[in-house]
């Protein structure tokens, strides 16, 4: 193999720097192309939060060993107590202020709240006769509870209002759930991703 003259290299380094190449324009469109995959990885992160905030209560419970993490029960966003004040009466009519629902659900100053941490019977379309009295039952219960006065209710979940607009709370009378004195007479099961059924 044959050596370019040190002559020659000399000559060639001396147009260089007497015409040098100039530099590299900026290019928007290549700093884009360059860091397409930030763009990428960060829409999919935003999509992923989007999706999680809109998703079903249940995918909210996973599993743990044997158990559930239920975040309406361990209180993954700090409570805040919320004072429930004024009479409530059974709902019936288009307007609705101050009314309970069923053993679960209820309006309180014309917003419509979720109780999160218990499912109870469904009054409206019940699966069997049981089902349609022990949800008669678990509304009395809540109407009685809810005009006992000295309630709170906390938000413990993640989401504040679930798939259907209804704010999910926690009712607490006395630093006691109400759902808990509701399951302990049989008018409620505790929510854990899905409902049970009544007519077994």
Not at 24 to 31: L, N
Not at 125 to 150: D, H, I
Not at 165 to 191: E, F, M, N, P, T
Request: proline content about 6%; charged content about 25%; overall charge positive.
């Amino acid at each position: 193999m044959t050596r370019k003259p040190a002559r020659v290299i000399l000559l060639k380094d001396a147009r260089q720097k007497l015409n040098p190449e100039p530099a590299p324009r900026w290019s928007p469109f290549k700093t884009l192309y360059q860091l397409r995959r930030v763009f990428l990885y960060a829409g999919l992160a935003a999509l992923a939060v989007i999706h999680f905030d809109k998703l079903p209560y249940s995918y909210l419970v996973v599993p743990a060993g044997n158990k559930l993490i239920d975040y309406s029960i361990t209180g993954a966003v700090e409570p805040h107590p919320e004072p429930i004040e004024g009479r409530f009466v059974t709902c019936s009519g288009a307007q609705r202020v101050n009314c309970v629902v069923d053993g679960d659900t209820f309006w309180y100053r014309a917003v419509k709240y979720r109780i999160s941490d218990i499912n109870t019977p469904e009054i409206g379309r019940p699966e069997c006769e049981r089902e349609r009295t022990l949800g008669l039952e678990a509304q009395v219960a809540l109407l009685n509870s809810l005009n006992a006065g000295g309630l709170t209710m906390e938000r413990r979940e993640r989401r504040d209002v679930d798939q259907y607009g209804r704010k999910l709370r926690v009712v607490l009378q006395d630093g006691r759930s109400v759902g808990d004195a509701l399951i302990a007479r049989g008018l409620a099961h505790r929510w854990e991703g899905h409902k049970e059924t009544w007519c077994g």
